[in-house]
């Protein structure tokens, strides 16, 4: 092997090392801005990743996270669905289809929830979702009146997570799961005094596969427009929901009775 041939293969080699540790730099910067909750920031740099760095190994993490801060929910669900059609085996797999069943239940198609929630945990065995994929189950069957299919993924809750926050919520080892009950409990976001601006944060929400709505409320002849997400029978699950919504979009609701 000649000198400038060596030379070439070196340097190709340092370009690679480079390029490495220039795409982990650079997605590790844009989940800095994620976790400070400069949302559009972070969005910009990882769209910016996405572009740059085509043959990354970090690109599902990438398109996951994206997913996640995309204003658009057909946007979202085109990066959720990327991640399982060409990289089903990435840390994140699991959680993107996780997504997409979520958005399929608040969209109230259950049955297409449940086909994806069990696929998770038919094919994700050790997900870390996997104790929330059987609670959604769960509420999926309960909605649609199936009761003793809700009974059976509750004692495979407990059987399998038996530590996990979900099987409290659950109860007891026997369950009683019930009907739809009346629905109590929401989360608010938000209070504006006009109607418009509470109007474009309900579409964001909902653009993002959530319940959301406004309500008009007057308070000493002053008139507030609430921006509301979900609707719970119980005010543990409307907490548990809140918390997702922290963790996940950035929004630091509060459960509070439909009737206020």
């Known amino acids: ?14 370009a690679s090392i480079r390029a490495a540790a220039d795409d982990i730099e650079d997605f590790k910067r844009a989940q800095e801005l994620y976790m400070e909750g400069k949302f559009g920031e972070a969005l910009d740099a ?25 204003s658009e929910l057909a946007v979202a669900l085109d990066n959720f669905s990327r991640i399982i059609v060409k990289y089903p085996r990435s840390s994140v797999a699991d959680n993107a289809l996780f997504m997409i069943a979520q958005y399929h239940y608040a969209a109230g198609s259950y049955d297409k929830a449940i086909i994806r929630f069990k696929f998770i945990a038919d094919n994700y065995k050790k997900s870390d979702v996997g104790d929330a994929v059987h609670w959604w189950v769960i509420r999926a069957y309960n909605a649609l009146g199936d009761l003793s299919l809700a009974r059976v993924w509750a004692e495979k809750l407990l059987l399998r997570y038996p530590t996990s926050k979900y099987a409290k919520l659950v109860g007891a080892r026997q369950p009683d799961i019930k009907p739809p009950e009346p629905h109590h409990f929401t989360i608010q976001i938000a209070s504006f005094l006009k109607k418009e601006t509470a109007t474009v944060l309900k579409e ?46 950035g929004f630091n609701g509060w459960v509070t009775s439909t009737n206020r």
């Open 204 to 249: 964001s929400l909902v653009k993002r596969g959530h319940d959301a709505f406004v309500t008009r409320n007057e308070i000493a002849g002053k008139v507030l427009f609430r921006v509301r997400v979900g609707r719970f029978s119980s005010r543990e699950e409307a907490a548990e929901y809140a918390e997702a919504l922290k963790k996940g979009e």
């Open 1 to 14: 092997m000649n000198k400038t041939l060596t030379i070439l293969i070196i340097l190709t080699l340092l």
């Open 46 to 70: 990882v769209d910016l990743f996405i572009s740059e760095y085509p043959e990354s190994s970090l690109l599902p993490n990438a398109l996951y996270l994206a997913g996640r801060l995309s």
